[in-house]
């Protein structure tokens, strides 16, 4: 008996106006290669051809769409193939589409149903090997969805199946991944080194380079500077499976520090594709990487490795503090402070940051500070110090606990030079043996040609010569490298070296000595340093801890900004309360302070005549000039004060009273005598304003106004003070 296909008995499903539409047929290849050796598909496609042939439409209204192959009119080649259809054709023009399992049209349940709500809005219909279906009617539309359903539990189980066969052989290491820059895969899936020796050459350089300088920049800027180039092994194109050699970058050289491979280690699952970070036409795009712990296979050992892995370990710790964070040291800069990273609070523990503040002629000046609760809490500053009396107190310690190790570590340091000298040499070296080899290598395919094929001997001629091009410039660049860096130290040099170990601190000192070259000395041999400022005196206590455990503690001095910071403030104020009492002018009363030992603060090494006379008026020490002006003056009222009393009174520098009257926080005039004297009114209520209002932070009107007027409208309800007139003017 014969039986009649589905697609013969179509039952009224086709009418005539389906016929005058498109006929589309739709097959899934997702590559060229699979069009070669899977001709089924090429025999499906035929055959559904035929089918629709048969189904009554003409063979100029039928329309093959090949996903992924770009054989449409748009070349799209990453969407589903109902998007493509809906996009390219336009189902208002499509009569029927026919596909092998019309399931596989979309790619989730979504999409399916969304393809059978257009196909019955536009009266399309749909066929496979099993029958024509027409998603209008309730029946068809109910088999198809549930087709859908199972064809997306067919896919998941398939999906499952691959992974667990995948994960199968990452757990056994066989799973071929991509391999980092030194390695190769043999065409029996073993993993061997890279058989170029330069290759390998270059790959030891760079963690040598590393171990050396800590900085990824720094091996970048070394690779640079001496023309080294990083063979790779092209993995697409023509040149798939050729060395090819880049110049080196940041991304490869970080890659390479990162790699576990170069450890001997083998690892599968280091990334994962976040698909809202992948970016439209870039398909590897949107990989986040994963802590180790989530990584699903680790095998040490497995690989032939380059390095242990300690250093392995040492390495990626390295990355991790040169991140510029609160919980890590951070990178190396060029700012002038040279205990960044090192500098920790004795009051809270936390790590302390560094801003600088420029002085006259723009030279930096450092200053440690203890911010982390004001900067995330809003609390107070904790503590501050300036960075240059810190730096100079550990500076000396570090150069006299390097000094008999001086000569030593100088000869170590000149052999490290050579030896570093004769690798990048021995690279170069290898550079011209490659370059030699494709002269040679082109000579002798010139030479194996036959004279009267004149179309093929003047192609290789032009490589040869272009060979020997190559090969001379490669030769001129050596020779300038080698001028300008020796392969061997001179005498000279190695001389120079030992001259210099006898003379730390002009080394120090030295022009050549960058302040990046002394902040990794000083991350070499200190581990951590704890300042404490002892109240808010000019006294700070720091306790080092070396590397190895070893602590040494000292005490140093920092600038303060006023006199009453001074620890030995009292006996100061006595001393020269003393003088003054004596009859001693403001010059004679500096000479004696400064022979006593009597400093005053900031950055100054001694007393001037400036700075005793206004050390007499905070202590209240009225000069003879001031005094006649008094004298001569009319009396002063009720509730008036002159500036330097009641800046005694208030507890608070002369100067920054006046800086009040100038932003008229305070009432105050002007007398007519010829020094324009002030005088300031102020009852009880009002200079108890003042004196809390001095108490107030530092830059707390300008930082914070509106907490500032909070506070001040708190002061004048205790003191009864409530004019708008004595409300500071912000």
């Not at 391999?179 to 029996?188: C, E, K, N």
């Not at 690779?223 to 499976?241: C, F, T, W």
């Not at 390479?256 to 001997?264: D, K, S, T, V």
Request: with cysteine; glycine share 8%.
């Amino acid at each position: 008996m014969t039986v009649t296909a589905p697609w013969d008995r179509p039952d009224g499903k086709i009418q005539s106006w389906h016929l005058d539409r498109l006929a589309v047929v739709y097959v899934r290849q997702s590559t060229p290669q699979q069009v070669l050796d899977h001709a089924e598909s090429t025999r499906l496609q035929y055959g559904l051809t035929q089918r629709a042939v048969d189904l009554g439409w003409a063979p100029s209204r039928i329309l093959v769409i090949d996903e992924d192959l770009g054989q449409s009119a748009s070349g799209l080649v990453d969407r589903p193939g109902f998007q493509r259809l809906v996009s390219e054709v336009g189902l208002d023009h499509v009569g029927l589409v026919l596909g092998i399992e019309m399931s596989r049209l979309a790619r989730s349940g979504r999409e399916w149903h969304q393809l059978l709500e257009l196909c019955a809005l536009a009266g399309a219909l749909l066929a496979d090997p099993d029958g024509v279906y027409d998603p209008a009617e309730h029946n068809d539309r109910m088999l198809l969805g549930l087709k859908g359903t199972i064809s997306e539990a067919e896919l998941h189980l398939i999906k499952q199946r691959m992974w667990n066969g995948r994960m199968g052989k990452a757990r056994r290491g066989e799973l071929a991944v991509p391999l980092p820059v030194g390695y190769l895969r043999l065409a029996d899936g073993h993993v061997v080194k890279d058989p170029d020796e330069q290759v390998q050459a270059v790959v030891r350089l760079v963690f040598d380079l590393f171990d050396e300088l800590g900085l990824i920049n720094g091996v970048l800027r070394f690779l640079v500077d001496h023309g080294i180039q990083i063979g790779v092994r092209a993995r697409e194109g023509p040149e798939k499976g050729q060395l090819v050699w880049r110049r080196p970058s940041r991304i490869v050289i970080q890659n390479m520090l990162r790699h576990p491979a170069y450890a001997g280690i083998y690892v599968y699952g280091r990334s994962r594709t976040d698909p809202r970070r992948r970016l439209p036409g870039r398909p590897c795009t949107g990989r986040v990487r994963k802590p180790r712990e989530d990584w699903f296979v680790y095998l040490p050992g497995t690989l032939p490795a380059y390095i242990d892995v300690e250093r392995h370990e040492r390495n990626l710790a390295r990355i991790e503090a040169n991140r510029a964070r609160s919980l890590s040291m951070g990178v190396l800069r060029d700012g002038p402070a040279l205990l960044v990273g090192l500098v920790y609070c004795g009051r809270c523990g936390t790590r302390m940051t560094v801003h600088y503040q420029r002085g006259q002629g723009g030279k930096l000046w450092p200053k440690y500070e203890c911010n982390r609760v004001k900067a995330d809490y809003g609390g107070q500053l904790c503590q501050q110090l300036s960075g240059a009396c810190v730096d100079r107190y550990v500076t000396g310690l570090l150069l006299a606990a390097i000094a008999p190790a001086a000569l030593e570590v100088s000869l170590a340091a000149a052999g490290q030079a050579e030896q570093r000298r004769q690798e990048v040499d021995r690279i170069w070296r290898q550079r011209l043996e490659r370059a030699d080899h494709a002269v040679d290598r082109a000579r002798r395919q010139y030479q194996l040609a036959e004279p009267e094929n004149r179309l093929v001997v003047r192609e290789l001629e032009r490589s040869w010569e272009s060979a020997l091009a190559e090969r001379q410039q490669l030769g001129e660049d050596y020779d300038r490298f080698t001028a300008a860096r020796p392969r061997l130290l001179t005498e000279a040099e190695r001389e120079q070296i030992r001259a210099l170990a006898g003379d730390l601190p002009a080394v120090w000192q030295a022009a050549t000595t960058t302040d990046a070259d002394r902040k990794q000395l000083m991350r070499h041999l200190i581990e951590k340093i704890h300042v404490t400022v002892v109240g808010e005196s000019e006294r700070v206590t720091v306790r080092i801890t070396w590397a190895g455990g070893h602590r040494t503690g000292g005490e140093v001095v920092r600038p303060v900004g006023r006199l009453d910071q001074l620890s030995y403030f009292p006996q100061l104020a006595a001393r020269a309360r003393d003088l003054a009492g004596a009859g001693h002018a403001a010059p004679a009363i500096a000479k004696f302070l400064n022979a006593e030992g009597f400093r005053p603060p900031k950055r100054r090494d001694q007393f001037g005549t400036q700075g005793v006379r206004q050390l007499l008026r905070e202590l209240g020490c009225i000069s003879r000039q001031e005094q006649n002006l008094r004298c001569n003056a009319r009396p002063l009222g009720p509730d008036e004060w002159w500036p330097s009393d009641l800046a005694r009174e208030i507890g608070m520098p002369r100067v920054t009273l006046f800086g009040w009257i100038k932003h008229r926080w305070v009432t105050a005039h002007q007398l007519d005598d010829r020094r324009r004297s002030w005088v300031i009114h102020a009852d009880p209520a009002e200079v108890e304003r003042l004196r809390r209002l001095h108490q107030l932070p530092r830059g707390h009107g300008a930082r914070q106004p509106w907490l500032y007027h909070q506070r001040m409208a708190i002061i004048q309800n205790e003191t009864g003070a409530h004019s708008d007139d004595d409300e500071p003017q912000l």
